[in-house]
């Protein structure tokens, strides 16, 4: 199996397209992971910043910009990854047939990607885990989805220690979550190598 250098292994990163709806899904054996969260969690500000590519991922102050599975891809000497942007959760300004297009496309997605290594769940560090994150994990739990917490925005708290023991707590009941936390924040540029080596590790 092929090893790939992590310190370059995001440098060839481009988008692919924006798939709107189940149709428009190809089958891929290209390894994938996901980044899922709620609306303004951060989710195309940290890709960016993964892979240092500030203008990557349309990024937006207002909730619910992403309105589509945006596919990102790493190549090397050909596909190695694909990135998944998925639609955020929660507070997207949109009609309620639109949020229901959104939200059948991610369960679709999510219930019927075999070569989906793992999704990276990201919270806001300073709200923690909601409601909606809780119904979205039960999700993929039933369908049997490896997915592991990202905690954003970690450089606007100060009580850190507690949050991840919260957090580490709440998660306990779940069963395809992985036990490791991420605690990153995309502006102080922190926690991102840890994360990056998990990404590139999903393909060695």
């Known amino acids: 199996m092929t090893t790939y250098k992590k310190n370059n292994f995001f440098?060839?990163?481009s988008f692919i397209k924006g798939v709107a709806n189940i149709e428009g899904l190809e089958i891929s054996d290209v390894p994938e992971i996901a980044f899922l969260?709620?609306?303004?969690?951060?989710?195309?500000?940290?890709?960016?910043?993964?892979?240092?590519?500030?203008?990557?991922?349309h990024t937006s102050k207002t909730p619910g910009r992403t309105q589509e599975l945006n596919f990102f891809?790493?190549?090397?000497?050909?596909?190695?990854?694909?990135?998944?942007?998925?639609?955020?959760?929660?507070?997207?300004?949109?009609?309620?047939?639109?949020?229901?297009?959104?939200?059948?496309?991610?369960?679709?997605?999510l219930k019927n990607r075999p070569n989906l290594r793992r999704v990276f769940l990201l919270?806001?560090?300073?709200h923690n885990i909601k409601d909606s994150d809780k119904e979205i994990m039960n999700m993929l739990d039933e369908c049997a989805v490896s997915y592991q917490i990202v905690l954003t925005k970690i450089d606007k708290i100060k009580n850190q220690d507690n949050v991840v023991?919260?957090?580490?707590?709440?998660?306990?009941?779940?069963?395809?979550?992985?036990?490791?936390?991420?605690?990153?924040?995309?502006?102080?540029e922190r926690g991102l190598e840890d994360l990056r080596n998990t990404i590139s590790s999903m393909v060695e």
């Open 11 to 13: 440098e060839k990163c």
């Open 37 to 57: 969260g709620r609306s303004n969690v951060g989710k195309s500000t940290l890709l960016n910043a993964i892979t240092k590519r500030p203008k990557l991922a």
């Open 73 to 109: 891809s790493i190549v090397t000497e050909g596909p190695v990854m694909n990135i998944v942007d998925m639609p955020g959760y929660g507070f997207a300004r949109a009609s309620k047939k639109k949020i229901k297009e959104w939200t059948d496309l991610s369960k679709f997605y």
């Open 165 to 188: 023991l919260q957090t580490k707590n709440l998660i306990q009941k779940f069963i395809a979550v992985h036990p490791e936390i991420h605690l990153t924040s995309s502006h102080k």
């Open 123 to 126: 919270i806001d560090s300073r």
